[in-house]
């Protein structure tokens, strides 16, 4: 499914989500040239949880579905330096504890919990506005 209309050139964006994978366009100038060296933005397929910020790219963020998120994960998401961080959950939306929220609400930095989907939909939306959002994908299946 093709996730959004809107597009910010200069930063991460999700281009498509379907389950088991993330498709992510590289920002313009990035690491990633595209093919043939034409300004356009690269685009990567993930298939392992992430972590996605408009200047900054984490593959491989170690939690594979929602039943291994652990405190550590929620520390390294507070220090992303953010407004608001999006918790996509995997294919089904599920809330993380209380504790393990607060962790980011006691940093003044908010957090929303849907499914990878609509995260994924809500960063594009964010990004665009200029807001300082990151989004911590769960994708289950093919990189599991």
Known sequence: MQVNQDYNPRAYMVRAVTPGQVVISHPLGSDRPAAGGLAASALETLTASLVILPDRLIRDWNPRDFAALQRQHFEFLATLEVEVVLLGTGEKQHFPSGELTGM????????????????CRTYNFLICEGRRVAAALLIEGNGQ
Do not use: Q
């Open 104 to 119: 980011l609400a006691s940093r003044g930095i908010g957090i929303e919990v849907m499914n990878t989907a609509a995260a």
